[in-house]
């Protein structure tokens, strides 16, 4: 796990970020899914970092705009 330039948070410090940052796009109408969600858990779990979690939404963009081509 990397966390260069942040200071160690607790479980419980993310998971509230994490939570909050999700209910402010679904109050803007935003609907997450499934996979979305989980990689937010992963985020909100320490498993993984936020650029961790911007690569795999990168990827899963990428993959979406493929299939739209076919």
């Known amino acids: 796990m990397k966390w260069e330039g942040m200071d ?3 479980k419980e410090e993310m998971r509230k970020w994490v939570d909050s ?3 402010v796009h679904e109050l803007e109408g935003f609907k997450f899914s499934e996979e979305d969600l989980a990689v937010f858990d992963r985020i909100a779990n320490l498993e993984i970092t936020t650029e961790e979690a ?3 939404f990168r990827e899963k963009l990428a993959r979406e705009k493929e299939a739209e081509m076919v």
Do not use: N, P, Q, Y
């Open 8 to 10: 160690m948070v607790s």
């Open 21 to 23: 940052a999700i209910k």
């Open 54 to 56: 911007r690569e795999i």
